[in-house]
């Protein structure tokens, strides 16, 4: 059903957005204003005494939000696209930016839908691991349910460099990023001039839209769309 959905979020984004509309203003088609409301589930305290509890919780209204790519270079670019909320209060302090999405995309002029259920977090696959069956085949499993096996086989080899897991690929404290700027820019440090605005005014590869989340006692089960300009 959601898959289904978001084809059919894909399909509605390229005819409204995209060909002979793709450089035409959608103010009409978008909205600034985001509906939650609160519902209602029962709890179970498993670690106490297994007793149940009618808990209220926030549930959004699913939205949707568009980006119109186009690339106006001579040479094929794969853009990484990344989307932050901050409450307007705090926009000003850089710690306070809240990353929601993340994602790449190849060259193209073309419209990317993506549903608000979209998030960074990344989960662990399960196609290369191992199977109970094939992790248990050479080893002893007690009933607790740990695992003795050969050490010297499984054990983790000494390395020499720094224990911490590096995303930019450098190793040693030596080693420079490999980019001009410093990763998670312009995030990494206080704002210019404490302000939001200075610091993305000379960014041309930015865009940012206010919306407004409205409690509501309920709302129907259509979603809202998010249009983002163009990059």
């Known amino acids: 059903m959601a898959h289904q959905q978001d084809i059919e979020a894909t399909k509605w984004g390229e005819q409204t957005f995209g060909g002979h509309n793709f450089h035409k203003e959608h103010g009409h088609h978008s909205t600034d204003v985001l509906e939650t409301k609160m519902k209602q589930r029962k709890h179970v305290w498993l670690e106490d005494d297994q007793s149940t509890q009618i808990i209220e919780y926030l549930f959004p ?6 980006f119109r790519i186009e690339n106006t270079s001579n040479r094929n670019i794969t853009v990484t696209f990344r989307v932050f909320v901050v409450p307007i209060d705090l926009c000003n302090s850089f710690n306070e930016w809240i990353e929601i999405d993340k994602f790449k995309q190849e060259n193209c002029r073309t419209v990317v839908a993506r549903d608000c259920d979209h998030d960074t977090a990344i989960t662990a696959g399960t196609k290369d691991k191992e199977s109970d069956e094939e992790l248990t085949k050479n080893n002893i499993v007690t009933a607790d349910g740990h695992s003795i096996c050969d050490w010297e086989k499984d054990k983790v080899p000494q390395v020499t460099r720094c224990g911490s897991l590096s995303f930019c690929g450098a190793e ?10 410093p990763m998670g820019y312009p995030f990494d440090r206080p704002f210019k001039d404490c302000s939001f605005e200075k610091t993305f005014a000379g960014l041309h590869n930015t865009a940012s839209k206010d919306v407004t989340i409205h409690w509501v006692d309920n709302y129907p089960d259509w979603c809202y769309s998010l249009n983002i300009q163009n990059i």
């Open 172 to 181: 040693r404290p030596q080693d420079k990023y490999p980019d001009v700027r």
């Open 61 to 66: 209204r699913e939205w949707y939000y568009f």
